[in-house]
């Protein structure tokens, strides 16, 4: 890769690949501080994805157009850069930001999943950033299935209820056990420093533990479109959802719209 980091992993062939190096401490400090701006105002997309009794885990989203600091990390750090070159893309646009804190003593386990059937895009070229700003260890880690990216779809279920709230019961392979088969499925996962970052592909299959000790574990995840990106309207809200994107973009075409702005331009555009 043409940037000063390092890559662990392989992103084609995994789905998954961790990059070091390439973050700067004023990186770590904008992202950090737009994590904290956004849980002092949580956005009417904000839930808790844990129980009562279980920590805080707490998520928001698309919060980059009302907090300076989402967007100054989101178009000064080389995240961009990055998912371009990992998806083979001249162009790369901001999909959404999605902020993800779980606080000391949360014990939900976010479940294995992909995100690619819980959105309104389809397309191969896209990449997701899961950057922390706090360290991980291996336990607390987001951990990947290596290969799923290349499919099925699996049925996307909400993470407390396990209901179907998107595609029909049935319509959906139902998720592998992934533990039950090690021979078939490799579960790859990093340890991880503020200032390292993990990318994936919209696709693969990922989850992750629960926080142990005292430490809390903020991050900061960005999800961009690449080249081949379209809009694909849904019949029920996306998760996020972008309402009323339908009678402005129609099915089958690229995301030229205000709320995906491009961050990466083919070689010399501006």
């Not at 980091?5 to 690949?17: C, H, L, T, Y």
């Not at 300076?68 to 990992?86: D, G, H, N, T, Y």
């Not at 694909?232 to 690229?254: C, I, K, Q």
Request: hydrophobic share 40%.
């Amino acid at each position: 890769m043409s940037g000063d980091w390092i890559v662990e992993g392989d992103f084609a062939r995994d789905g998954a690949a961790c990059v070091r190096g390439a973050f700067t401490p004023e990186h770590i400090t904008m992202a950090e501080w737009a994590i904290e701006a956004n849980l002092a105002a949580l956005s009417p997309l904000a839930k808790r994805a844990s129980a009562d009794d279980d920590g805080a885990f707490v998520e928001d989203f698309c919060n980059w157009n009302r907090l300076p600091q989402m967007e100054r990390f989101i178009r000064e750090s080389p995240a961009a850069v990055i998912a371009a070159e990992l998806m083979g893309s001249s162009t790369v646009r901001l999909y959404h930001d999605h902020v993800l804190v779980k606080e000391p003593g949360t014990r939900q386990r976010t479940p294995w999943h992909q995100d690619q059937p819980y959105y309104n895009v389809e397309g191969r070229q896209n990449a997701s950033m899961w950057f922390p700003v706090d360290p991980v260890d291996r336990s607390s880690t987001l951990e990947f299935v290596a290969g799923t990216h290349r499919g099925p779809w699996y049925m996307p279920r909400t993470f407390l209820d396990d209901r179907a709230a998107w595609f029909p019961e049935g319509a959906l392979a139902e998720m592998p056990d992934f533990e039950a088969d090690p021979e078939r499925w490799s579960v790859i996962g990093w340890e991880l420093e503020p200032g390292d970052a993990v990318f994936f592909d919209m696709l693969t299959v990922h989850g992750s533990g629960g926080v142990s000790g005292p430490g809390r574990r903020r991050v900061l995840s960005i999800r961009f479109l690449g080249d081949d990106m379209v809009h694909a309207p849904r019949d029920w809200d996306t998760s996020p959802p972008f309402g009323g994107l339908e009678a402005e973009l129609p099915s089958g075409v690229p995301m030229d719209h205000p709320l995906f702005p491009l961050l990466v331009h083919p070689a010399g555009e501006r």
